[in-house]
């Protein structure tokens, strides 16, 4: 009995001093904050939370969005057994240990089991795969919360048979009412701009906001006062880590390409500077350039690839932070080109003609005359060389019959492509002047 006694004022204690966010972790479904689409009335987490007919699922979403939260609800309202692991911390024994426990659970008492795996996307395949028959038997029920695309992070055969539930960043409506409780459990007032500056700085975020406000609560207490005002929510705020996970890296660099395409400088330099400061490859940055490049600038500004191949080997060269500008200066000249696809289109028509059915010969007059007997073949016979002609450029068949007529490369009339569109113009028209190239004796 003392010691019953001593562990209860030891936790008492403890949650005293635990973080604003942890003591205002809801105890109802009410109290969620900002995931109305999941646990609303009649929304269907909460219908099977309420039912205690929870299956396995995975709640993913952006950190201080609540899936820890919902997890522990559901601790309140289960009759069944409930265990949580860390899978930072968590090997593949522990697991194993936790299926044998739900076993004897189900078979002594028929009482079953759920497992709360935090970060689940820290699990290892091996570690996923053991979990698997136990989730597919129903002998545990999953709940795995994680910050990263589970389509990218968790095993196929563990993520068909979980339910996907996705938590959305805080509204700042949400983060308001967060941040009114908080100041209610702190015995504090505070500046509706103060506020309003807590909410705007937490980025969707809910244990960021609280955390910002016990630590404003602090300062103003330090000096003397029951109400915070904006100067200690602003010292409190200092920095925050840049949100960019693996979903991240995809939608930021998606976003970069295309405000580069669409001529926007000032929208690459700031995509590029997100990405640089929250840590990204700087050799995959340069990589999608000179892709970039050629598939949407290509002929339109030829140098632009040049540029591109440059800051790629100054990043190879130089390395960070030094080749950050080496980047920007490719990231403005490629935004600001001219821009042409022309080249991407011209190779895919050229490539679905050569995939198609057909011979694909080469005429007899390309054909390589170097070897003995090639000529006996009729290797290279009927050849031009362009050169011999004064324009430096002769009209003769260059592809198979079937294709000849198809017009794969159509210049745009965008920056130096415009002069590329004359010169294969008067080509065109069987003229002998301003040859657009040479070719060489084979």
Do not use: C
Not at 127 to 148: F, K, R, Y
Not at 274 to 280: H, S, Y
Request: cysteine-free; glycine content about 8%.
């Amino acid at each position: 009995m003392a010691s019953d006694l001593f562990s209860d004022a030891a936790q008492e204690r403890l949650n005293r001093r635990a973080p604003l966010a942890d003591r205002l972790r809801p105890t109802n479904l009410d109290d969620v904050v900002g995931q109305a689409h999941l646990v609303g009335p009649g929304r269907p987490l909460r219908r099977l939370i309420e039912a205690d007919r929870l299956s396995s699922v995975v709640l993913w979403g952006p950190p201080g969005t609540g899936k820890t939260s919902l997890a522990r609800l559901v601790a309140r309202l289960t009759s069944k057994e409930f265990n949580e692991l860390s899978a930072v911390s968590a090997s593949v024994k522990d697991v194993r240990e936790l299926i044998a426990q739900a076993g004897a659970a189900l078979g002594e008492r028929d009482v079953g089991t759920i497992l709360f795996l935090d970060e689940v996307h820290r699990f290892n395949k091996a570690q996923q795969d053991a979990l698997l028959p136990s989730v597919e038997s129903g002998l545990l029920v999953l709940i795995g919360a994680t910050t990263e695309n589970p389509y990218f992070e968790v095993n196929a055969p563990l993520l068909s048979r979980s339910t996907l539930f996705r938590l959305e960043p805080l509204d700042e409506e949400a983060l308001v009412s967060l941040l009114k409780r908080g100041l209610e459990a702190e015995g504090m007032a505070a500046d509706t701009a103060a506020i309003e500056l807590l909410a705007d700085r937490a980025t969707g975020d809910g244990r960021h906001a609280l955390t910002s406000l016990e630590v404003a609560a602090a300062l103003a207490t330090g000096r003397g006062s029951e109400q915070i005002n904006v100067s200690d929510a602003e010292a409190a705020l200092g920095t925050k880590a840049i949100l960019y996970g693996r979903d991240e890296h995809y939608d930021v660099i998606s976003a970069f390409i295309k405000s580069i395409r669409g001529s926007d400088a000032d929208a690459g330099l700031y995509w590029l500077a997100r990405m640089l400061d929250a840590g990204e490859d700087a050799r995959f940055i340069a990589r999608r350039l000179v892709i970039l490049a050629s598939e949407d600038i290509g002929m339109a500004d030829p140098m632009s690839l040049l540029i591109a191949d440059a800051a790629a080997r100054a990043v190879e060269f130089v390395g960070l932070p030094e080749a950050r500008l080496n980047l920007a200066h490719a990231v403005v000249h490629l935004a600001t080109a001219s821009k042409s696809n022309r080249v991407t289109v011209g190779l895919e028509r050229a490539g679905a003609d050569a995939r198609a059915a057909g011979t694909g010969l080469v005429p007899m007059h390309l054909r390589d005359a170097h070897y003995k007997g090639a000529a006996d073949l009729g290797h290279g016979d009927g050849y031009e060389y362009p050169h011999d002609d004064p324009a430096g450029w002769v009209a003769q068949q260059y592809r198979p019959t079937e294709v000849e007529g198809n017009t794969y490369y159509d210049p745009s009339v965008h920056g130096f492509e415009a002069e590329v569109a004359e010169r294969m113009a008067k080509h065109n028209d069987g003229l002998h002047d301003d040859p657009l190239d040479g070719g060489g004796k084979q």
